[in-house]
């Protein structure tokens, strides 16, 4: 069965810290893959997707992410972070034919300090 | 963008009563729809995808007959827990994917809805 892991399960960093965040998934198949961000109270939102082309791909409020297939792998990253990136971030795939069903991993949740 | 809505926010019932969930999608129309349960500090499971008109697809392991999915229309989708139990208390959230065919790629996500079963 497809299964999505992601390794930290708690992140706290300074801001102005750099921000990498492991997510990989196990499926020898065609995959679409997405990052969603959970801010305190609020529901999930889209920060980034890869369908295909460049691996590297940019989302909003400065996230990048990168497709590395040999690895199986959509690490998330961001140079700089602040406060308000204080979330928690989940990493999905959905699968081909796979209904548009998304596998999410277990989460990682981030606190920055000021 | 593309908003969903659920109703209750937060519902508390007694053990062995019913309780209806709704997802709306305000501003598109959604042929398919999902139901996730989130427990604590975990990830969200998918219990079922509700498509319009027709039977809902249950994943492994979700008793289709405790969770009742309707999908009457196009904006709506209902979850009904039957004969609750203070184990089913958790967070459910759904989720929809728009219509037309250049979106269909992303799902938008609703609030989310707390039950708790005393």
């Known amino acids: 069965a497809q299964s999505v892991s992601q390794h930290n399960h708690h992140v706290i960093l300074s801001e102005a810290a750099s921000l990498e965040l492991g997510c990989n998934y196990s499926?020898?198949?065609?995959?679409?893959l997405f990052w969603y961000v959970q801010y305190p109270g609020q529901h999930l939102q889209l920060l980034l997707k890869?369908?295909?082309?460049?691996?590297l791909v940019k989302g909003i409020k400065g996230f990048e992410a990168e497709f590395i297939k040999s690895k199986f792998s959509f690490n998330l990253r961001k140079p700089s972070v602040q406060w308000s990136d204080t979330a928690e971030y989940f990493c999905?795939?959905?699968?081909?034919?796979?209904?548009?069903?998304?596998?999410f991993g277990a989460g990682t949740r981030l606190a920055v300090h000021p | 963008g593309a908003v969903v809505s659920q109703h209750p926010s937060r519902v508390i019932c007694k053990s062995g009563t019913s309780v209806k969930i709704e997802c709306r999608s305000l501003?598109?129309?959604?042929?398919?729809m999902f139901w996730y349960r989130q427990f604590p500090k975990q990830s969200l499971m998918l219990m079922a995808t509700?498509?319009?008109?027709?039977?809902?697809?249950?994943e492994q392991g979700v008793e289709k007959d405790k969770f009742l999915i309707n999908h009457a229309s196009l904006t709506l989708s209902t979850l009904t827990v039957t004969s609750a139990h203070p184990e089913d208390s958790s967070f459910y959230i759904c989720?929809?994917?728009?219509?037309?065919?250049?979106?269909?790629?992303?799902?938008?996500f609703g609030p989310g809805t707390r039950l708790t079963v005393l």
């Open positions: 989720s929809a994917n728009p219509e037309s065919a250049a979106s269909t790629d992303t799902q938008y």
């Open positions: 499926y020898g198949g065609t995959v679409n």
């Open positions: 890869y369908f295909s082309g460049d691996p």
């Open positions: 999905a795939v959905r699968v081909s034919g796979g209904y548009n069903k998304l596998i």
């Open positions: 501003d598109f129309q959604a042929t398919t």
């Open positions: 509700s498509n319009e008109g027709s039977k809902a697809t249950y």
